[in-house]
């Protein structure tokens, strides 16, 4: 069984930045990608950013700036860092990724989400 487990949400004030934290638990092998949506409230989940096993990131568009992606392979485990931070980025933030288990192959998982709320 493989699961991905988001730490690091919570209440920031505005121009703060925070660090969110997800780890594959399970007998992983081998990430193709991991990665970090958000869905604000009313709002669909969109794409932050990905980065694949090797370690090579992928951006969207507007999170480019303030977003950074990055990957701890050997604790199967990757980082979100956010500066910056606005009320509109006031959202669950996921974790995603395709990841392959020793015994059932290539799973793609979704983690719980955790809460990131920027508020003065």
């Known amino acids: 069984q493989v699961q991905l487990v988001e730490t690091g949400g919570g209440l920031v004030q505005p121009g703060g930045s925070l660090r969110l934290s997800c780890a594959a638990s399970g007998s992983v092998d081998i990430i193709n990608y991991m990665g970090w949506y958000r869905q604000a409230p009313g709002k669909q989940r969109t794409l932050v950013a990905t980065?694949?096993?090797?370690?090579?990131?992928n951006y969207a568009d507007s999170m480019r700036e303030r977003f950074t992606i990055s990957i701890d392979g050997a604790k199967k485990t990757i980082y979100l860092e956010v500066s910056s931070l606005k009320p509109e980025d006031t959202a669950v933030y996921y974790c995603t990724g395709r990841l392959r288990h020793r015994v059932s192959g290539w799973l793609e998982r979704w983690g719980q989400g955790t809460q990131v709320t920027v508020s003065s």
């Open positions: 980065i694949t096993g090797h370690g090579v990131p």
